[in-house]
């Protein structure tokens, strides 16, 4: 019913930029909620940046100042835009759609950060 696809993932330098695009594809839905889980080798996976229906963002406290989540205006595309990348922001990042009681995720996209 609902489909997800991730896309802008790569490989950049320490202190680069990248940005994530998630598009969802279906009908009969209405989208509470969207965002992003990443999940670094070895590591469990760790919540990352959400935006409710309302507009309201929550972050980890390790990206706050450095990643900005939106939306676009049909509020079927949600975006994480990635400044002054780290090393330890290395990982899968998984991002995810709330649609009543259930969440929906994407195939992952690779984000790797050199030193």
């Known amino acids: 019913q609902v489909h997800l696809v991730e896309s802008g993932g790569g490989l950049v330098q320490a202190g680069g930029s990248l940005r994530l695009s998630c598009a969802a594809s279906?009908?009969?839905?209405?989208?509470?909620?969207m965002g992003w889980y990443r999940q670094a080798p070895g590591k469990q996976r760790e919540f990352v940046a959400r935006?409710?229906?309302?507009?309201?963002?929550n972050y980890r406290d390790s990206v706050k100042g450095r990643f900005t989540i939106s939306r676009d205006s049909a509020q079927n595309t949600v975006y994480l835009q990635m400044n002054s990348l780290k090393p330890e922001d290395t990982a899968v990042y998984y991002c995810y759609v709330t649609i009543g009681p259930l969440d929906y995720w994407g195939q992952g996209t690779q984000v790797t950060v050199s030193s």
């Open positions: 935006i409710n229906s309302g507009g309201s963002t």
């Open positions: 279906g009908s009969g839905f209405s989208i509470n909620a």
